[in-house]
């Protein structure tokens, strides 16, 4: 603040840079004119950073196509933010599936690749096959600039602290797995869903939400404030692990339904047998529901959102799972809570991966913190 | 930020004046050299800004007293930020007892009020008991910039939302019952002493706190990224409505011990059994234990925090409560958690509200906030 009152020339162009780069992001294009307006910066110093930001690739003059119209006299200079400048991968290692996406500096998903893998799986193998993933999403495309990896297990600073239910999975460091190419953030599986709901899901524009990611096991998220909370351990969220919260053995009666593998196809059977009228399911069902609503009933009373999204592989059971969970955490909490479900499907890790890589990157590009 | 780009006078000249404000604001005294050096802002802009500052009443120029060594040559110009230039006032309006402490703008506390209530007394009278206290305490200070109103109940927007604890509570409009002589600010009872932790208490330095308020009731607060977590209906920490979690059943018994009414002198009672190696009070404080941690774990593994504080009437009971409440957390929940009790006594929730009131004050005297 004081710095600014001093008045830093380096500061004062670099906030400049700032606008003019926003301006663009902002907009589809911008005429010269159009960018010193929406800038508040000088036409000259305009010009010279738009050469600088041109020979950095982020954006670029736009060319009249030779079939347009010749326009009269001296044509306006066009200019337009490169969003293929740079791109960002986002990496689901899984117990059932690696999925990565690779979106561009928009956030447009423009690389897709996803391969099956099973909870017994060991380490390399599992690494392995999310390394083929993260190659042919990439496609050789040479400038992706972050990597977000979203996993299984509390994940912190990089590593996975604690990793039980994948084999060999505890005390990973993935920045050491797959850093090299370019800076690698992590994050906690469930959390990085959360983020996408925000980003991109039924969360959008609010801004403390709950997520509740329920499938063949049950955790939770938290956003607050729109922002990720993820706590001191980076173990926000983990009350499954309290015994008197009762999830698993709600999920285990669940899942016995059907082949109780816990696969789509059994819970999709659940369902089935469910809207059928089948008294066992909506027993079943019930009884889930009483036994999730209990921890998350717990985590809406502590934090109190305005949201709970319910996603996961239960998600697509939609309003047979919502409006029980609605009349259950209404009953149990002091005040209605709005619980939508989500529809972003096997998606949602690996879209958060990307808005992870993303926000690192658009903080590079935009950033002001260090004069707050 | 645009704008800062496009270097508004006035606003840079807000910004010297903060720098100059801030810099004397933070310094015992400073002579106009150490001014102009702490606050990166030229002499005479600072001799300017000086002078405004004086005459608002702010700071003032320190004379030198008479009998002091004449120094040599012209004597330099000295200033101090005037802390008694203003005053805020933190009042507790609680089912015990009305407490109001006024602290000047340093925080220092210079004055304080106090009077006995029963939760039985109606809202007239225990309003009535609140005003002549804040009288008392303000003791005819012209100068109260922002009164803190703390109260039991979920408190949103000045609004007691729901206050069954007390007769009349619910729907009591606290800045219209205490307003017109200054704005009012209201919070929960419980958040305000999470607040009060976090500024003079055991949580003093750690940004991620569960309060647990155990006494004639338990309650929780947050305080997460070192800002106040309310949630959404103003009703986070009401982990207790929670049928599940027992805590009420619990403090029954507990406080059934003794003569029933849960005073002071009933729960010393039971610390002086339980010291005593009372086998009753032993049972009675384990099950209470075993029950207060299943919410407070439920909290802790929702929002996975740095440290849990315990206040309210039990906290009294040091080691004879934490210690198991410790053992019992760490069992419940994924990684260890620091807990403490807290030191601040019936004064906490009062202690709250000043820090309420006084964020608000130094937010008009330094507030950069719509710079960023």
């Known amino acids: 603040m004081a710095r600014l009152s001093g008045g830093d020339p380096s500061l004062l162009r670099r906030l400049n840079a700032i606008a003019v780069l926003r301006a663009l992001y902002a907009a589809e ?48 200079k066009r200019y337009r933010f490169r969003p293929e400048s740079g791109h960002v991968a986002g990496l689901e290692i899984g117990p059932h599936q690696a999925l990565c ?9 423009v690389g897709r690749a996803r391969a099956e893998v099973t909870p017994e799986m060991d380490a390399p193998d599992r690494l392995g096959v999310a390394r083929r993933v993260l190659g042919a999403a990439v496609g050789g495309r040479p400038n992706v600039r972050v990597l977000g990896v979203g996993t299984t297990g509390v994940v912190s600073g990089g590593k996975v602290v604690r990793g039980e239910r994948l084999p060999g999975w505890t005390g990973l460091d993935l920045p050491a797995e797959f850093g090299g190419g370019c800076p690698v953030l992590a994050g906690n599986d469930t959390k990085l869903a959360t983020l996408a709901e ?26 607050l404030d729109g922002k990720l909370h993820a706590g001191h351990n980076g173990a926000a969220g983990e009350i499954g692990a309290l015994r008197r919260v009762g999830w698993y053995a709600a999920l285990d009666r669940f899942l016995a339904f059907g082949d109780g593998s816990g696969s789509a196809e059994a ?8 809207r059928g009228g089948d008294p066992e399911a909506e027993a079943i069902v019930a009884a889930f529901v009483t036994d999730l609503c209990v921890g998350v009933a717990a985590a809406v009373l502590t934090v109190d959102p305005q949201l709970v999204v319910i996603g996961g592989g239960l998600a697509q059971a939609g309003d047979l799972l919502t409006t029980p969970l609605r009349t259950e955490l209404t009953r149990l909490c002091l005040f209605p809570v709005r619980v939508e479900t989500s529809m972003l499907g096997d998606d949602s890790v690996a ?3 990307v808005r992870l890589a993303l926000s690192r990157v658009e903080r590079e590009l935009f950033s002001v913190a260090d004069v707050a």
Chains 1, 2 share one sequence.
């Open 101 to 109: 996406l690779v979106a561009d500096l928009r956030g447009v998903v």
């Open 267 to 274: 819970t999709r059977r659940v369902f089935d047998a469910l």
């Open 29 to 76: 294009e911008l005429t010269l004119t159009e960018l010193v307006k929406a800038s508040e910066v000088s036409r000259p110093t305009v010009e010279e950073i738009a050469t600088d930001l041109g020979e950095q690739g982020l954006i670029e003059e736009v060319q009249l196509s030779p079939d347009a119209p010749r326009p009269v006299g001296r044509p306006a």
């Open 351 to 353: 879209l958060g991966a």
């Open 198 to 223: 925000h980003w991109r899901g039924a969360a959008n524009g609010v801004d403390d939400i709950v997520y509740v990611q329920a499938g063949r096991t049950v955790s939770l998220g938290l956003l």
